[in-house]
Every structure is written in structure tokens, then in C-alpha cells.
């Protein structure tokens, strides 16, 4: 056999090695979650909190933290990231029970206290169970999905199916298969990835207001990742830079808390396009 045929063959089977293992072990690449014991108890300070359970049809179980506020004006249905548990993330629900909504949050299986077999579509119709649980209590119209991150995909699905009041995505990416391809360009993940998650696919079919939030200087997801789904639907959308804004650290900027009182407490009116320089032509006198 000629040398180069030889290398050819074994360049070959390290490739089909290195996609049999990343298809098997990319939950624990994708997914940090933090595992709770049943008895953990969980506390804020200055916040009412109950927490919930939810077992679903397949056996199940979806952990989850309800905080509370006197005359809500809506709930918010807060997703989170794909790290750690809800107990370090139930730090943010103050950014939204400070303006009187209601947070509902939960941790994905396999994170926290939720137990169960996970996969992208176990997940996306264990969000809905959650949706439809919250909707049964409160109309729609007063329903804000907000994704973070990995949340920001399951956010996007969930407002594509249902009519809440607003979606608001917090450091969005375009789609899963494009984030990781930025550190794996040789591998074909649109074939190995279990987990697509194609919020570009799913924005397109949203009709509620679309509020994306990104620091531009992310390094995990770029910033342009919502610059690009922000033009999926741009009557709809707007686009809030958080100018010098990480990936983790967007809620220690001032500009970011200022952007979400202006989307949560904002009320869009309709320009009158007449009155703008919008048709206006140039004109001269001879």
C-alpha cells in the first residue's frame, strides 16, 4: 500500500472517530448544569418566591421558582442560559419584579432539581407545558418570554407557536450549528448536532414585538448574530447594542437595565410617516 494511501486511510478514521464521539458527548459540551438535592431550599432577599414542580407526560420532572409581586402587571417567562442552576439565576428576576411583573423560572432536565431525559424536542415541549401552565392564569397579552442565551432559542420557538406580549432575546445566537462551527469548521455539524436550535428558522414565523439585547463586544456569540436576525423581521424588531457588553457580564452595565425599563415599561406609538422627511425630494429654484 503507497504511503500516502495509508495516511489518507487513517487522516480518515481519526475524522470519523472524532464525529462518532462528538455526536455522543456533546450534552456535556454544550450543557454545564448544576444538580440540586431535593431538599435544597431556595431564598432571595427582598423577594417572595414559591417554587413548583411539574412532572410531565413521559415521566418527567420540571423544577421551577415562581417570584411574586403585589398587582402584577404581567409575567415574565424568564429562560436562561446553559449553565449552573436556577438558583444562581433567580438573582435576575429582581430586574423584572422592580417593575411590578411577575418571573417564572425553570431549570431544563438534568439541571437543578428537574429530572428527565433530555433532547431538543423533550425540552421544547416541556417549555410549552410551562407556557400553557401560565396561560391558563393569565391572558397572553400579559406574557413576556425572555431567552438568555441558550434560553434565547426556546424563547423564540415558544413565541413562534403562541401569541405572548413581547419576546425579548438577550445575547441571541443565529443558530446553534453556526456558534459552534466558529470552533469547529472541519466537523459537519448540521448532520452530528442534536441540538440545531435554529432561531432564525423560528423567528420568522414570530408576531409579537422582538426586543434583542447584545453586548457588543460578546465573545462566545457575536454581536453580528443579532445584527442578522434583527433583519428577519425588522418591522417588528429592534436591536439594543449594550456598547463594551461580555457575553455574562451585560446586567453590571447601566445602559442594559436602561434598555429593558424602555422595552418593559415603554408603550410604542405609530409615526406618522407624512410628517417625516421620509418622501421628501430635493428640489431647487431654477
Known amino acids: 500500500m503507497p504511503a500516502w494511501l495509508h495516511t489518507v486511510i487513517w487522516i480518515i478514521a481519526i475524522y470519523i472517530v472524532i464525529s462518532i464521539l462528538l455526536y455522543y458527548l456533546q450534552d456535556f459540551f454544550l450543557f454545564k448544569p448544576e444538580k440540586l438535592p431535593k431538599e435544597f431550599k431556595f431564598y432571595y432577599d427582598n423577594q417572595v418566591v414559591e417554587e413548583y414542580n411539574l412532572e410531565t407526560r413521559d415521566g418527567a420532572v420540571i423544577n421551577g421558582l415562581h417570584f411574586k409581586t403585589k398587582n402584577p402587571k404581567g409575567?415574565?417567562?424568564?429562560?436562561?442560559?446553559?449553565s449552573k442552576s436556577i438558583k444562581g439565576w433567580g438573582k435576575f428576576a429582581v430586574d423584572f419584579t422592580r417593575h411590578n411583573y411577575d418571573v417564572i423560572m425553570v431549570d431544563y432536565r438534568g439541571f437543578g432539581k428537574s429530572i428527565g431525559k433530555r433532547s431538543q424536542k423533550a425540552l421544547k415541549r416541556d417549555l410549552q407545558y410551562v407556557y400553557n401552565k401560565i396561560r391558563e392564569r393569565v391572558s397572553e397579552k400579559y406574557i413576556i418570554l425572555y431567552g438568555r442565551s441558550m434560553g434565547s432559542g426556546f424563547a423564540t420557538k415558544l413565541a413562534s407557536m403562541n401569541h405572548p406580549k413581547m419576546l425579548i432575546l438577550d445575547a441571541p445566537y443565529y443558530s446553534l450549528t453556526k456558534v459552534t462551527g466558529r470552533y469547529m469548521p472541519f466537523m459537519p455539524l448540521s448532520i452530528l448536532l442534536k441540538y440545531p436550535m435554529p432561531t432564525y428558522k423560528w423567528l420568522k414565523y414570530v408576531n409579537c414585538p422582538v426586543h434583542i439585547i447584545h453586548g457588543t463586544n460578546d465573545k462566545l456569540i457575536p454581536f453580528k448574530s443579532s445584527v442578522k436576525l434583527s433583519e428577519i423581521k425588522p418591522k417588528i424588531t429592534r436591536l439594543y447594542p449594550i456598547i463594551?457588553?461580555?457575553?455574562?457580564?451585560m446586567n453590571t452595565f447601566e445602559s442594559y437595565h436602561k434598555v429593558l425599563e424602555e422595552i418593559i415599561l415603554g408603550e410604542e406609538k405609530p409615526i406618522d410617516l407624512s410628517t417625516t422627511s421620509i418622501g421628501v425630494k430635493h428640489s431647487y429654484k431654477k
Open 244 to 249: 463594551g457588553g461580555g457575553h455574562k457580564n
Open 75 to 82: 409575567v415574565v417567562l424568564y429562560l436562561k442560559g446553559n
